[in-house]
């Protein structure tokens, strides 16, 4: 055990879906999940930290003290953190720092949503100074713009193929048939991919994740803590180490929501891209490499990120990632699974909620609870995320 | 007959030259450590190891190749304005400026398929439509395919 290590006592989700009710609901549902998990009662939580929603107006924005209410006043201290996708990580990088501070022992982090249909947009009203309002407005680039952006980059520089996209699709509905959390338990061919609609070529509909209802809470304790509580329950599963790095200037890739990178003219590209040194940060702090994995839960905002996740968590060199696929590396039984969960191929994006619900299932995984998608023997996983405008989000568990 | 106004696009104004026949995107350079910025350096400069305040507004080179590209065919939501009675699908690249070190996306101009574009290949800037609202045209800068035979 590291200095560092905090205890994940409990994880709870509310099921995702297109529930179109008050996405307190379903933070409160995963909540109390959590705590029955963990075994303790709500009114022993010291800390409640939130993951904020942007689209379900002032509650969404003080997340941690709406779920705190909702739970029934405690006194209990809180945040509410917003960081796009990336949220969810936020709020538990609060939660994870309170206790090693010593501030703390028990801290419940709480993600939910509730998202309208069809392509994210911005909020209403002109705001030409907010990049954000600008993509859509000046160039009618969406989040799937991006996506295909990133995956015409691997077509045309390491040869992947539309097949080999549609695969990733293929194994995570896979996966995701035994995950009862998921909102798509559905089996996918090749074939049925690549005669959905074309959304963004070369991707089409069913290789982009759709914007789901959801909720998931994690229970993170003092190992201290954990130890006293679990008493013969066994060792708990480990937060090892939380990456939220930033970009370093040039930031070269183009992501959302710019419309243009940094220069390269004057400072020279660095070692790592970005998405590259969010993985990367996340195994200095912990002192452990990819090889050490068992598994992996990535942001597969579409099939071919999955792969780009590849690359930029070590789990091979660039411009190998389709072999991996193909080899059967990625898949459940294979040598390193990615997305047993079903990823959000089989989830769709609850934002705030999104990053939480990676952690849960690396600790069902670790624990050996993750009924027919079970990594066996799984030692260690690692989760990977992006949030808009520059936030990374990784959080390495260990058993 | 009436009299159009071309105006840029909400959001773009003085981020490229609207009239200019050869038109070019306008970047800010840094007068302390010489890097570039696009659209705007409105913080100070985003090298973190400068300080500079201070930017010389700079024409942009006219010409890069395709970093990446693909289309639109849905109609994006608002605050996008479909400028046609109904959306015709279009492209969008990001093209890298070879001298600057920067990549710009744009629309493609109307007519370019992805058939017709790849990674690496030439374009160069125009400024076209990007919607019409009554008798006011707003214009924003797009990538064309370079004819054969040169820049011409």
């Known amino acids: 055990m590291a200095a560092n290590d905090v205890a994940v006592l409990g994880v709870g989700m509310h099921p995702w879906g297109k529930w179109g009710r008050n996405f307190v609901e379903y933070g409160v549902a995963a909540a109390r999940d959590a705590l029955r998990d963990a075994g303790i009662d709500w009114s022993e939580v010291q800390f409640v930290s939130g993951a904020d929603t942007m689209r379900n107006g002032y509650p969404g924005y003080v997340s941690g003290a709406t779920f705190a209410q909702a739970l029934g006043w405690t006194g209990a201290r809180v945040a509410s953190s917003y960081a796009a996708c990336a949220s969810g990580v936020t709020a538990l990088e609060a939660a994870r720092t309170r206790i090693l501070a010593g501030l703390c022992d028990v801290a419940l982090v709480v993600g939910a949503d509730t998202t309208p249909k069809g392509f994210l947009a911005p909020n209403s009203g002109d705001r030409p100074t907010d990049p954000d309002w600008l993509r859509f407005r000046l160039l009618g680039a969406t989040n799937p713009t991006y996506f295909a952006l990133a995956a015409r980059r691997r077509m045309d520089l390491y040869g992947a193929t539309s097949e080999d996209f549609a695969k990733v699709k293929v194994k995570n509905a896979a996966n995701g048939l035994a995950n009862p959390y998921a909102r798509y338990q559905k089996a996918y061919t090749v074939e049925e991919v690549l005669g959905s609609p074309m959304v963004a070529d070369p991707l089409h509909l069913f290789e982009i994740c759709a914007t789901s209802d959801g909720g998931a809470a994690v229970v993170l304790t003092s190992m201290e803590y954990a130890a006293r509580h679990a008493g013969s329950a066994g060792a708990p599963v480990r937060v090892a180490a939380v990456s939220t790095v930033t970009p370093t200037y040039p930031n070269t890739i183009i992501d959302l929501p710019d419309m243009a990178t940094d220069s390269t003219a004057v400072v020279a590209v660095g070692e790592r891209t970005f998405k590259e040194s969010i993985a990367h940060a996340a195994y200095e702090e912990a002192g452990i490499g990819p090889e050490d994995l068992s598994l992996a839960e990535v942001y597969d905002l579409s099939t071919a990120l999955e792969l780009d996740w590849y690359e930029d968590i070590g789990l091979c060199k660039r411009g190998e990632a389709e072999r991996l696929l193909n080899d059967g590396d990625t898949q459940l039984g294979g040598r390193i699974p990615v997305n047993a969960s079903g990823g959000l191929a089989c989830f769709g994006e609850a934002v705030p909620a999104q990053a939480i619900a990676q952690v849960c299932e690396v600790t069902w995984q670790l624990r050996g609870q993750a009924t027919g998608r079970q990594v066996d023997g799984a030692t260690a996983g690692i989760t990977a995320n992006q949030g808009l405008f520059g936030h990374g989000s990784s959080v390495l568990l260990r058993r | ?152």
């Open chain 2, 1 to 152: 007959m009436t009299t159009t106004t071309r105006v840029p696009a909400l959001g773009a104004e003085g981020w490229f030259t609207p009239d200019d026949p050869e038109p070019a995107l306008l970047g800010m350079r840094c007068t302390t450590c010489g890097t570039y910025v696009f659209p705007k350096a409105d913080f100070g400069c985003p090298n973190p190891a400068c300080v500079g305040l201070a930017f010389d507004e700079v024409r942009l080179s006219r010409f890069g190749t395709v970093w990446s590209y693909t289309d639109a065919r849905y109609q994006p939501p608002a605050p996008y304005v479909v400028p046609t009675e109904e959306h015709e699908p279009f492209c969008i690249a990001a093209v890298h400026l070879a001298d600057e070190g920067l990549v710009v996306m744009g629309q493609m101009v109307p007519g370019v398929t992805v058939d017709d574009l790849r990674v690496g290949l030439p374009v160069e800037l125009v400024v076209d439509t990007l919607f019409t609202e009554g008798e006011v045209e707003h214009v924003i800068w797009k990538w064309k395919p370079v004819t054969e035979g040169g820049a011409d």
